[in-house]
């Protein structure tokens, strides 16, 4: 066993230490004060461009759609050195990890031809538009309609936890086009103009105080028939597609979110309940424990990935583990810290910046333990998926949509 | 990157799961349970000794295979997997103790008897009153060891026990002849794997090595039993999975409910850390690694978690009928203590974690 990279890969890597070491040294250090959504979004375009010029986009794709035609491992090895950096992050990631692996897997020659290189050099900016307030965990479960005129299509609906919605030019929708058909079959696939009238956007404020989602609302926004992704009532096939690459992008812990190493700091500067530094308490080292069990054994179940990908092979089904313990883990690794550090660890005003960190992850674990498949859902797919288990009863999967309760 | 078992070590491990499939699992462990049945299943023994098992860590010049750490953890996991009533397990923590601290003369000594089976080891580290390995009363005095050491898996049938016993520079190992020893059977939560009563009143006993190498074995005996563990959880897991889809409750295989699925997809979570703690133990081994000290205790404190959890939850979803006498599931609930007395206990194995990760942090500052 060992941990190095093949001779190809080291090669890959160097080229792409030394292309970052020369391109991304603004970004070494964190922004000072985080930056604007403005200056963020103009940021991450010149960084994007920056990285298309260079070939460091679409590593993974087919050249035919712009990408550099390379294996999983080059991607994953750009992705850790670009992670050294503090370069805008996200903006794309939906986009070009979700949506456009969509629309040109399942949308013609002529739509990828227009919109994948746009995408791709950063121009166009795209959002996924899937959950609705009815359609959650269970999201096929989808209401918004669309119903065709002439060589168009018009739906009407609404969308919800669109992420980057406000900064979208494009998204995809998933919309009901025959309600006469049991609910994964009437699902068709669209690409929408998000500038188009009759779109609104609405930010939704989270309960841990930012913005990062949006409602949108749909009313009579005209899409034309070419925009169609894959064939009519084939929407919850393509749906699959773009939530495969989603489960691959939705995985460990946030880059920068405390973990145990924050938790044995903070325990060496606060008093035990029976006096003494809580670092040596037992109960504080059992949490470093667990803390440390859960975080680097995702860690390193990623790294058996890594390990199959890097010889050619799929990764196990074990990486299914990974949202579901860091999410939780990181949820009670914050209650845990923040009760160790009593008031200070409750107070929001001039509190310590790893108190502080520690807050902001306690706000935000119990969204991510949501996003991207509930905790309770991706222990549905793991029991159904990996080991076998019958899956729910589901009395309206057979039913028309309209007719079922 | 090759983060993974070599192949060479995956075919061993399929080929003991195989055999085991075959002559260990359930049933034999139910008939080893009676009273009168004996210590091991001394056919069993002997063909896995002809199948090179014992001989696979010993060194090629010592009558052995000369194979690897990860040779021995696929055979800890398809033994623990298997429940099999040899006692394997404990005969390659043996050999790695007699590998990492033993001179040329015990080498030679001991393990060509090791490698072909005829030389039963074990290791004896627990006393009565010593809650973990590092606090130890049994003392050496001008070569004779003084205390009792008890429980010791497999000791009733063995011919060479793997002492640890106080000493100036901390606990270390000592060999011990069983043929000069007092060996008491004594019964233990587990009724398939034989436990003994090891009593040394002033036995001869050979040095093995320094305080040192009595960590260093620690470190590695962690990654060997939590292959072991990792073995009796999937065991307990699968077992409980294929109850699910077939027993029906309210018109419907009770795998459906989430009540149930949700615990089995819980298993798998716990298997699956343990996991990727006891491979980083393993490659930790393998490259003489810094990291081997916190590798081993993550891969303890989660194995031991996946044991217990499993062993657990194994009765509840089998419901009434796991209680019963009748039913297997007892075998891994009463394993999981089994494990956790093997070496010590999931509380001092995350301190031992937690002091790794203090003595890096210091070593990085």
């Known amino acids: ?405 | 990157m090759n983060f993974d078992f070599s192949d060479d070590a995956k075919a061993l491990g399929d080929q003991a799961k195989k055999l085991f499939a075959d002559k260990a699992g359930t049933a034999a462990a139910r008939k080893a349970m009676a009273k009168d049945a004996p210590a091991f299943d001394a056919a069993l023994w002997a063909e896995i000794a002809a199948l090179g098992w014992t001989a696979a860590r010993v060194p090629e010049a010592h009558g052995g295979l000369g194979m690897t750490a990860e040779e021995s953890c696929m055979l800890a996991d398809a033994a623990g997997g298997a429940l099999a009533c040899v006692p394997l397990v404990s005969s390659l923590l043996a050999t790695e103790a007699l590998l990492i601290a033993g001179n040329e003369a015990q080498q030679a000594k001991y393990f060509p008897g090791i490698a072909d089976g005829s030389c039963i080891a074990v290791a004896a580290w627990s006393e009565p009153g010593a809650a973990n390995p590092q606090a130890l009363a049994v003392k050496a005095e001008g070569g004779k060891l003084h205390g009792v050491k008890a429980p010791v898996a497999d000791l009733p049938g063995a011919h060479l026990a793997i002492v640890a016993a106080a000493g100036a520079d901390g606990p270390s190992l000592w060999l011990v002849d069983l043929s000069a020893a007092k060996v008491d059977t004594l019964e233990t939560l587990d009724l398939v794997r034989r436990h003994g009563r090891l009593t040394l009143d002033g036995v001869a006993a050979e040095p093995l090595g320094s305080a040192a190498d009595y960590q260093l074995w620690l470190d590695r005996a962690a990654v060997i039993l939590a292959y072991e563990a990792i073995g009796t959880a999937t065991a307990a897991m699968t077992m409980t999975v294929e109850y699910a889809k077939t027993r029906v409750a309210f018109g419907q295989t009770i795998g459906r409910y989430q009540g149930v699925k949700h615990k089995c997809a819980d298993m798998y979570i716990k298997i699956e850390l343990a996991r990727a703690h006891a491979l980083h133990g393993i490659a930790m081994i393998g490259s003489n690694g810094a990291e081997l000290r916190q590798a081993a205790a993550a891969a303890r404190v989660a194995s031991l978690e996946a044991a217990s959890f499993c062993g657990e939850e194994a009765v509840q979803l089998h419901g009434g009928i796991g209680f019963t006498w009748e039913s297997d599931c007892q075998f891994y609930y009463r394993r999981a203590r089994t494990l956790s007395a093997a070496l010590g206990g999931r509380g001092w194995w995350a301190d031992r974690l937690v002091r790794a990760l203090e003595l890096r942090n210091r070593a990085a500052a």
Not at chain 1, 11 to 25: G, I, K, S, V
Not at chain 1, 222 to 227: G, H, K, L, M, T
């Open chain 1, 1 to 405: 066993m060992d941990f190095n990279d093949t001779p190809a890969e080291a090669d890959y890597r160097a080229t792409a230490r030394a292309w970052l070491e020369e391109n991304a040294a603004e970004y070494r250090e964190p922004p000072a004060t985080p930056w604007k959504l403005d200056e963020f979004i103009a940021r991450s375009k010149a960084w994007q461009a920056k990285k298309f010029a260079a070939g460091y986009t679409g590593i993974t794709w087919p050249k035919a759609f712009g990408g550099q035609g390379l294996g999983p491992m080059q991607s994953i090895i750009y992705g850790q050195e670009e992670g050294r950096f503090h370069a805008p992050s996200g903006l794309y990631s939906i986009g070009l990890g979700m949506c456009i692996p969509t629309v040109f897997t399942h949308g013609s020659p002529e739509v990828a031809a227009r919109y994948v290189p746009k995408a791709l050099v950063g121009d166009e900016v795209w959002c996924q538009l899937f959950s609705e307030p009815a359609a959650g965990s269970d999201l096929a479960g989808i209401r918004t309609k669309a119903v065709k005129d002439g060589d168009d299509w018009i739906i009407d609906g609404q969308k919800v936890w669109t992420s980057f919605a406000h900064a979208s030019d494009y998204g995809i929708v998933v919309c009901r086009t025959d309600p006469s058909k049991p609910k994964h079959k009437g699902l068709t696939m669209f690409i929408v103009d998000m500038k188009a009238p009759g779109m609104e956007v609405r930010g939704i404020k989270q309960m841990s105080g930012g913005s990062d989602f949006n409602e949108v609302f749909f009313n009579n926004v005209r899409v034309p028939d070419a925009w169609r992704l894959g064939a009519e009532g084939d929407g919850w096939k393509v749906a699959l597609t773009t939530l495969m690459h989603e489960r691959l992008a939705v995985g460990g812990k946030p880059r920068h979110a405390p973990g145990y190493a924050t938790l044995m700091k903070l325990a060496k500067g606060v008093e035990a309940p029976n006096g003494g530094p809580a670092i040596e308490a037992g109960d504080v080292r059992q949490r470093i424990a667990q803390s440390y069990i859960n975080d680097e054994g995702i860690k390193l179940t990623q790294l058996r990935a890594l390990s199959a990908l890097s010889k050619g092979q799929m990764p196990g089904p074990e990486q299914s583990i990974s949202k579901v313990v860091v999410a939780k883990t990181m949820q009670e690794m914050a209650a845990f810290a923040l009760d160790l550090a009593g008031g200070d660890g409750f107070v929001t005003e001039g509190t310590d910046p790893e108190l502080e960190k520690l807050q902001g992850s306690y706000l935000w674990s119990a969204g991510l333990r949501i996003a991207g498949g509930t905790d309770e859902i991706l222990r549905n797919i793991i029991a159904e998926r990996v080991l076998g288990l019958p899956g729910d009863l589901r009395p309206d999967k057979d039913k028309p949509f309209n007719a079922a309760a």
